[in-house]
Structure formats: C-alpha cells, structure tokens
C-alpha cells in the first residue's frame, strides 16, 4: 500500500534522512479555529507551500498546491484545499513545508526489484518529474544498481551515483557525496525497518542553507508490503486512521473489496479473486479502455450479496458498463445470475451488462440470466472484452 506524503515524510525523519520541518494539518483542525491552525505550523518559517494530501497526482493543476506568505494566506489556502475533490479523492488533510532555495534536483529510489529478487537503487538526474514518464522519453536517463541482500550498502553504490551526479552536476562536492553516502544507508534501513516495496525522493535535491549546500529529501513516496500489517504495528493504525472512498466502505460491510482505479474510466469490473480481476484490467486496458473500479466478491457469495454487490458497484453515476467474470466453484454460477437478476427486479441494474461465467451451474445461470434486458453473456473473457468494446462503440464511445 502507498503512504500519504506526510507519512513517508514521517518515516523519513524517523530515519535519520534529511528533510525540511513539515506539519501535518487535519480537517479537525479547522473547527477548531484560525489560531490553532496557525499554531500547528508554528516551527515552520514562511513562506511555505501548502499540499493537499490525497492518494493522486495532479494535485497542482486541480488547485491542491498553495504557497502562503503570512499567516493569513496559510489559513486561507487550508481552508480553501481541505474538503476540495482532486480526481474523486476528497482532500481530509494538507501538509505545510517551507520553501527550498533549490539549486539541482535528482530522483533516488529503493525498489524491491522482481527481475533480479533483490532491493534495487534507482537515480535519474532528471529530478522532479514523473519516473514513468522519464523512462519513457528518455530511458538512458535512468541507471540501475542492486543491493545485494548480504552485503547492503557498499561504498562503490555511492560513488556510482555520484559519479552519474557530477556528470550532469561538475560542482557535486567530497561533502555531498559523504551526505549522499549517509543518505543511502538510513534509506535502505528504513527500507528494510518498515519492509518497504518502494521508497522514493523525488526530487532529492541540492539545496542552498545560508552560504552551505546539502542534500535534502524535499518530496517522498513510499509503498509497504500489505501483508506486513503483522510486523508493523503502527501500519495498523495508520490503515484504521485513514480515509475511504464511500463504496469501499459500504462493500466492506458485505466483505467486499471495492477498489477505485482510475476516474477517467467508465467501466466497472466485478469478479471473484484478484488474479481474475487483474486479468480483466489488463485485457480491458489493452483494448485502449478503462477502467473506473473492481470489486472482488470473495468466495461463496449468494444471490441476495451478489445484488448488494451489483448495487454498490453501479451507485457511481459515472460508471456506464459493468463487466462481470466469475469461475463458478464456491461461487456458483446460479446464485450470481440469480444476484443479477434479483438487482434487475429492483432497478438497480440500471447499466449494460455482460457477464461471462464459468463452472458449477452453469447451465441454469445461463437460464436465468437469458431474459434479462441489457445483459449479454460471453464464451471467454476476450469475447467478453470485445462485447465491451463494440457495445462502447454502440453508445458513442463515451469516456474510455
């Protein structure tokens, strides 16, 4: 799972890596009144950049990025970015930081790297901007170097990186690349500490303090393992303490994970098993459509939940096709068509559905759902998704 930025920001501190004073802002705060909002950010000195907190890019151009210069202008810019809807994210919290004299920025990150099973460093000096997009315009920008799990932090992996620095950066010091050196060690410590699949600064940047240059982690991400909830007891809570999207809320009431993807999408995709769902993702997406949200049944599911499931997923006024997979085994086939039918009853079926099953009961799955307006069944999951495509095309494409 990814952490919010103030929390990477957290355990960055935590871990002896060097950042600038930052606080943390919630919408409780603001209840509380314009001085304790002032208050909660007093160690920072102005002017400072107010960000919203919310798991999703573009965040500056929605407005949920702010520079204040007084006390005034940061209570106005909380107030004004907490409560904003980024993407369909509502904005809970802002982190307050002060602005950096930046002098040059680079991108550093540990990964858990699956090619190579091992932890893998990655620097681009082309800092600030989004890794995915410098690997696609300019991938001999991005050099790689693994840790070996035995040996962790040798010299030769910062000398490595600095010498790929003073490429680009001639005035690249002994001091900094000692910094640099420092750096890489707590980073692939925190990385092990908090069994990390990622942990990123972007940019990590050379900064200008008084007549002095250091390096400095200005913006971080990092993505934990899900299943070191166990191990990491304060991930627990921070899971407990975070917001979530509505319908994810009320599927879990039914056991259900519902999963917001992308909200440029429009199609909805149900099924029973996350290895089903991700097959559908990637085969919906390849066809140059997306989608908008999954929700995994889990197993055994009956009719009555398969209608609160159908419900649910379809409550998005922005969802416009619901594509539905299932391997009838626990989950039979029957008790899903008889779910979709039992939501047509109600009117909550109010979208084209095509569903393709397979397994226990099939036949009278196929026999239930055969009169049943505006759904279609496929044979296979690529006839299912090229169902899809034609029926988008039908309706004038809208959002892809």
Known sequence: MDLMEYKAKELFAAGGLPVQKFACIGETLLESGDREIVQAAKEIEYPVVVKAQVMTGGRGKAGGIKFAENDAELVKCTREIIGMDIKGHIVHSVMVVGKA?????????????????????????????????????????????????????????????????????????????????????????????????????????????????????????????????????????????????????????????????????????????????????????????????????????????????????LSDKKTDHLFINIFGGITRCDEVAGGIHKAYEEGNLTKPVIIRFEGTNKAKGLEIISGIPGVTYADSLLEGVAALSAQKKLVGGGRK
């Open 101 to 313: 004299e930046v002098v040059k920025e680079f991108y550093l990150s540990i990964m858990l790297d699956r090619m190579t099973k091992c932890p893998m460093i990655i620097f681009s000096p082309l800092g600030g901007m989004e890794i995915e997009q410098v690997a696609k315009d300019t991938p001999e920008m991005i050099f790689k170097t693994p840790i070996h799990p035995f040996g962790g932090i040798m010299s030769y992996h910062t000398a490595y990186l600095a010498g790929k620095i003073k490429s680009v950066y001639p005035e690249f010091s002994a001091d900094l690349q000692k910094e640099l050196g420092t750096l890489l060690q707590n980073l692939y410590a925190l990385f092990l500490k908090n069994d990390c699949m990622l942990c990123e600064i972007n940019p990590l940047a050379v900064c200008k303090e008084g007549d002095a240059l250091h390096l400095t982690a200005l913006d971080g991400k990092v993505s934990i393992d899900d299943s070191a909830v166990k191990r990491q007891p304060w991930l627990a809570d921070y899971i407990a303490a975070m917001p979530k999207h509505p319908l994810t809320k009320e599927a879990e009431d039914f056991n259900f994970l519902y999963i917001p993807c992308d909200e440029g999408g429009d199609i909805a995709v149900m099924s029973n098993g996350s290895g089903m769902l991700m097959s559908c993702i990637d085969i919906i997406t390849r066809e140059e459509m997306t989608v908008r949200a999954v929700l995994d049944l889990g197993g055994g599911a009956t009719a009555d939940r398969i209608k609160e499931a159908v419900r649910i997923i």
